[in-house]
């Protein structure tokens, strides 16, 4: 499947990490869509292409790579300092000319397209797909495995070579304020969750908690049949966000 043309970008953060990003452009509308990817994930990776190629259809899109992630400096912070990466790809997106900026975030960019907005904001919608709601959680097989790989000196270097996932040592201090309670700070920006109902690495008492954190505009989606993130988004789940992104901010 051909995808939408787009043109290279590089963002700098306000604390000076360069990001790789790319700018599918979109012509007479002033919406701009900025795609934030899950864990391990690249806005290069096949599964992303083809979302932001469905999104360009409802408007100019950005996609970036978090610290840490693709050809982007830095090392992860996993959920952390990335609110500031989102930062630099949602000013691009004003200065690119759209006035109406909606973030669409899967898994750990779900969890900062939600803290981003609940304690920057300067977005007009946000869309949070297979988010965790919590710091910690170990109860499924593969966020243990996520575990692993995050805090053992092994596991770093294997999601170095494999992923290309350059992941910070360390634990986090101060513990960064939670999506749940992040979530509460984002209305009067329209808030969509979005949540499968089979997916193995965050069951739905996550997307409840994150809905029950916040407040009106919000809405939850549920959706049968549906794993977790980018790679398992049906092309008519991603066309169903962007009706709604549109039917919210044009």
């Known amino acids: 499947m051909p995808y939408a043309p787009h043109f290279p970008v590089m963002l700098r953060t306000d604390d000076g990490v360069r990001l790789n990003a790319a700018h599918t452009p979109s012509t007479g509308t002033d919406l701009g869509i900025v795609m934030a990817h899950g864990f391990t994930g690249s806005w290069r990776d096949r599964t992303a292409r083809r979302i932001v190629h469905v999104l360009s259809g409802y408007g100019g899109v950005v996609a970036f790579d978090f610290r840490g992630h693709g050809r982007s400096g830095g090392e992860t912070t996993v959920g952390d300092l990335e609110i500031l990466d989102l930062d630099a790809a949602v000013r691009h997106a004003r200065v690119a000319g759209y006035s109406k900026i909606a973030v669409v975030g899967f898994s750990m960019g779900a969890a900062v397209a939600v803290r981003h907005a609940g304690l920057r904001g300067g977005v007009d919608a946000v869309v949070a797909v297979s988010a965790p709601a919590r710091w910690y959680y170990r109860g499924t097989k593969p966020m243990r495995q996520v ?3 995050i805090e053992r000196p092994f596991g770093r270097l294997a999601a170095r070579v494999v992923k290309r996932t ?5 634990d986090w201090n101060p513990i960064p304020m939670p999506p749940h309670e992040a979530a509460a700070l984002i209305s009067p920006t329209p808030l969509l969750i979005v949540h499968g109902d089979e997916d193995a690495f965050f069951p739905l008492d996550h997307a409840h908690q994150l809905y029950a954190g916040a407040r009106e505009p919000k809405e939850l989606w549920i959706e049968p049949g549906y ?4 790679t398992a988004a049906p092309p008519e789940l991603i066309r169903r966000i962007g009706k709604w992104i549109s039917s919210n901010l044009l």
């Open 227 to 230: 794993g977790h993130a980018e």
């Open 166 to 170: 350059r992941i910070a040592r360390g």
């Open 147 to 149: 575990h692993w790989a």
